[in-house]
Structures are given as structure tokens and as C-alpha cells.
């Protein structure tokens, strides 16, 4: 089965940098777009990223936009959120998420596989 197993998250102090990573495996992942979502206890999952099948395309939050890169590795199943300059509202549950459209969407109901989720903390 489809599996996307999310890595990386932490405490982290604010102006600090973390990279999340997302490994994916039970489908041909460059058939895929990937995004990454965050979400705070009792909000609404929102967007942060997405890239396409081949890895040109590529789409941001205005929130995180010359903070945050999305990247990714079809060679080995995998793909990356390189986070810089953190601030304390970041602090969120990311998620990575694959869609089988060629760039995906902003919209969370478009995507049809979604990991567990990891926890990046940013303190003040």
C-alpha cells in the first residue's frame, strides 16, 4: 500500500533552519506531484508547498515564500522541505501529501495520499 513517511520535524529556535523529508513508496512517485501542508491543533490544514512530477514546477504560501524550498528526488522516492529563517508561527504538524495531477493543488482535498504527519516547534 501507499505509504509516506514524514522525518525531520523538531524544536527549533526562531531564525533557525530545519529540513523535513518525505519518503514515499507503494507508487511510481514520478508519476506523482508532492505538497507539504501544516496544520495547528484546532485550524484548518494549510498550504505551504508544491512541486510538480519533474520537479520544475514549483508553488509557495505567500507566508513562506524566499523562506522555505521544495525539492525532490524521483531517483530515490523522496521529497524535501528545506526550512530557513523559522519563526514561531511556523510551529505546526507538517505533512507531505502526493497528488496524481502533473503540479498538484493548494486545495488539501485534491490530494489523495497524506503521511502521518512531524511536529516543528519554533521557539520565540
Known amino acids: 500500500q501507499v505509504q509516506l513517511v514524514e522525518s525531520g520535524g523538531g524544536l527549533v529556535q526562531a531564525g533557525g533552519s530545519l529540513r523535513l523529508s518525505c519518503a514515499a513508496s507503494?507508487?511510481?512517485?514520478?508519476?506523482?506531484?508532492m505538497g507539504w501542508f501544516r496544520q495547528v491543533q484546532g485550524e484548518e490544514r494549510e498550504f505551504v508547498a508544491r512541486?510538480?512530477?519533474?520537479?520544475?514546477?514549483?508553488d509557495y504560501a505567500d507566508s513562506v515564500k524566499d523562506r522555505f524550498t521544495i525539492s525532490r528526488h524521483n531517483a530515490v522516492n523522496t521529497v524535501l522541505l528545506q526550512m530557513n529563517s523559522l519563526k514561531p508561527e511556523d510551529t505546526a504538524v507538517y505533512y507531505c501529501?502526493?497528488?496524481?495531477?502533473?503540479?498538484?493543488?493548494?486545495?488539501?482535498?485534491?490530494?489523495?495520499?497524506w503521511g502521518q504527519g512531524t511536529r516543528v516547534t519554533v521557539s520565540s
Open positions: 501529501a502526493a497528488d496524481r495531477t502533473s503540479s498538484g493543488s493548494r486545495r488539501s482535498s485534491e490530494y489523495d495520499y
Open positions: 507503494g507508487l511510481t512517485f514520478s508519476n506523482y506531484a
Open positions: 512541486i510538480g512530477r519533474s520537479g520544475i514546477f514549483t
